[in-house]
């Protein structure tokens, strides 16, 4: 295939000669004429990726791919049609867009002051957990009441002795 026109890209040095303009082939051209959204829609994805290190499904990798993919576009879509430069970082689109999807599903549960949960009795050097007596049926048990301190069982105790 014989060259056509000059690449600025490739340049050479011959021995006590200065830079010498080479050739390029048609094949490199076409690449460089082409390949440009493909590089940008690679570093888009490479600067916030949705990963999970050694995944071994391979369709997983390839849903995440196509999620972070399609965010991406969609931001540019939004850049594009609005001419907003609120959303010209992909980390800040990307967080109001969670919270967009998130409206209306998730609420702030209220947690009362004095909430009663079930917590492993521990002392710190000890291998074994120690065990207490249960308040309500006189078993060893390992746990006690997150709040009150009172050693309970996990079935049945704990529920009739916080009313739950």
Known sequence: MPPVG????????????SRVQVPAPPVVKHYNAT???VDLSDQLRASHPITIPRLKRWWLQLFFWLLTTLIENS???LLESSNNLKWKSSYHYRIELVRELLKGVVTRAAV?????FQVPIGVKGLKRRPRLR???????????CSSCGIPLCLVGCFQSAHGK
């Open 75 to 77: 931001r540019i879509l």
């Open 134 to 144: 249960c308040k309500q049926c006189d078993k060893k048990t390992s746990y006690k």
């Open 35 to 37: 390949t440009k959204g």
């Open 6 to 17: 000059e690449q600025q890209d490739f340049s050479t040095r011959r021995a006590g000669a």
């Open 112 to 116: 009362p002051e004095k909430a009663h």
